[in-house]
């Protein structure tokens, strides 16, 4: 399988990052409209979702990439 999902969108506090992927570990990075990197860290698919903390950050706009392997992938994440 190769599913990815991110909720809620829009966040208020966590944002959950639930990965049905074979990876071994996938590495994430989450940047604000400027394209500066707000957090960044990596986590193991197969001990369950990552909890993503929401709390300290501005409202607005988010991108998260998500790498593992050779794929990459970018949700759009809103924060109220």
């Known amino acids: 399988t190769n599913n990815l999902s991110c ?3 829009p966040v208020r506090e966590y944002l959950e990052v639930e990965a049905e992927v074979d990876a071994e570990s ?3 990075v989450l940047y604000d409209l400027q394209g500066k990197v707000v957090d960044r860290g990596c986590f193991e698919p197969k001990n369950g979702p ?3 903390d929401f709390r300290g950050l501005e409202s607005g706009v988010y ?3 998500l790498n593992r392997d050779e794929a990459k992938q ?3 994440v ?3």
């Open 78 to 80: 809103y924060k109220k």
């Open 50 to 52: 990552k909890r993503i």
């Open 26 to 28: 996938i590495e994430y």
């Open 74 to 76: 970018q949700i759009k």
């Open 7 to 9: 909720y809620p969108n």
């Open 63 to 65: 991108m998260l990439s």
